[in-house]
């Protein structure tokens, strides 16, 4: 059982990859800053992923230009963050897309 849920798993993020782009915590990550303006230490929370993995997916959907990086007014070493129009467009994406679900994982949205 965990071997298939392990390949449901990869086979979502490996097709959701190349749909848009996007591993699943960069998603995640975008989808936070929605209608946001968050610490990194906000969106690891949002997501639910530790300090250092999140910053390391800020860093790489801030290389691919979906986000901006603001210092903090009152502490300059406090960064926050918030979509760029890139990051926008990619959202409003993301958000017009049915996603595939593999059938292993439909009970999980039975009641949805």
Known sequence: MMRDLYKGLATFEESFHKKHGLNINEAMAICSLCDNILSASEIAAFIGMSSSH????????EKK????????ENDKRQMHFSLSEMGK???????????????LFLPLFANQ
Request: with cysteine.
């Open 54 to 61: 999140c910053s390391k997916t800020i860093g790489s959907i």
């Open 65 to 72: 230009g979906l986000i901006c990086r603001k210092m903090g």
């Open 89 to 103: 467009d990619k959202l409003d994406k993301l958000k017009s897309v049915e996603m595939e679900i593999p059938e």
